[in-house]
């Protein structure tokens, strides 16, 4: 079986004592394709390094992350600008909105999301999406600045039965991580109800470990705990879950 984890942050310093045996014992159980989303200014030597390490396992993507919008987000954005101008990229990301933690930067966090779905359309790239309690406003900027295909996909996605449609029909794939394994998360409700097609896996590592690991660092290898969780949900086995999510990942990324 080969699986593929869509979003995962490597490169963090919560990995920086093991990440090389963290991805060795991930390989060794079949995950081996990781899809690194960029954070700021901040996170691009760790990601650049770790991508050049495992060229053909980790693959970088370039954004900037809606909680890093601050006071310089147009210092910031410039230097995602140049990156992408000057680097190969797999996806334009981490990008969208968060409002759960401050609205203080709302509408900047527009103005950098608008301004990166452009760059992606620029480019030929996918977005890998962050829509923390932000969904509509996404959706809006998404009608008004279309993203032309590949479209990417809506990383840590937890909303509802219809958001997921409204997600499905401009483009988009769900992306699934730790929260589908969360008792009361009603996530399972709403994957019951989406065709596989339309799903990849996730972690978000080192955040959002699955059960039974809910609280600790989130690691490579837990993607496992998520595909199983799909495929009981579905009543499929493992293997399709895998071999489908891990095809989807290859049509969204082309990799």
């Known amino acids: 079986?080969?699986?593929?984890?869509?979003?995962?942050?490597?490169?963090?310093?919560?990995f920086s004592p093991d990440s090389d045996l963290l991805?060795?014992?991930?390989?060794?159980?079949?995950?081996?394709?990781?899809?690194?989303?960029?954070?700021?200014?901040?996170s691009?030597?760790?990601?650049?390094?770790?991508?050049?390490?495992y060229p053909s396992n980790?693959?970088?993507?370039?954004?900037?992350?809606?909680?890093?919008v601050k006071e310089n987000w147009q210092e910031e954005l410039s230097l995602i600008e140049k990156l992408l101008g000057q680097h190969k990229y797999v996806a334009v990301g981490e990008i969208g909105m968060d409002l759960f933690w401050d609205k203080t930067f709302e509408k900047e966090q527009e103005i950098v999301f608008k301004r990166q779905v452009e760059l992606a359309n620029q480019y030929n790239l996918p977005l890998s999406i962050h829509s923390r309690d932000?969904?509509?406003?996404?959706?809006?900027?998404?009608?008004?600045?279309?993203?032309?295909?590949?479209?990417?996909?809506?990383?840590?996605f937890t909303g509802n039965i219809e958001q997921a449609k409204r997600a499905i029909d401009l483009g988009f794939y769900l992306g699934i991580g730790g929260v589908v394994t969360f008792k009361n998360s009603g996530l399972d409700k709403v994957i019951a109800e989406i065709p596989l097609q339309h799903l990849v896996l996730e972690t978000?590592?080192?955040y959002l470990a699955p059960v039974p690991f809910r609280g600790k660092r989130n690691l490579p290898v837990y993607i496992i705990k998520v595909a199983e969780k799909i495929a009981e949900i579905k009543n499929i086995s493992l293997e399709e879950v895998a071999m489908?999510?891990?095809?989807?990942?290859?049509l969204i990324f082309g990799v």
């Open 1 to 14: 079986m080969l699986f593929t984890d869509t979003h995962t942050h490597l490169y963090a310093d919560e």
């Open 23 to 42: 991805i060795s014992e991930a390989k060794a159980k079949g995950v081996q394709r990781f899809f690194l989303p960029n954070i700021d200014s901040t």
């Open 44 to 53: 691009v030597d760790g990601l650049t390094q770790l991508a050049e390490k």
């Open 58 to 68: 980790c693959f970088p993507m370039m954004g900037l992350h809606p909680c890093s």
């Open 134 to 156: 932000s969904f509509e406003e996404i959706y809006q900027i998404l009608l008004s600045t279309k993203k032309e295909m590949p479209c990417g996909v809506f990383h840590c």
């Open 204 to 206: 978000d590592a080192p």
């Open 244 to 250: 489908v999510t891990t095809e989807n990942s290859k």
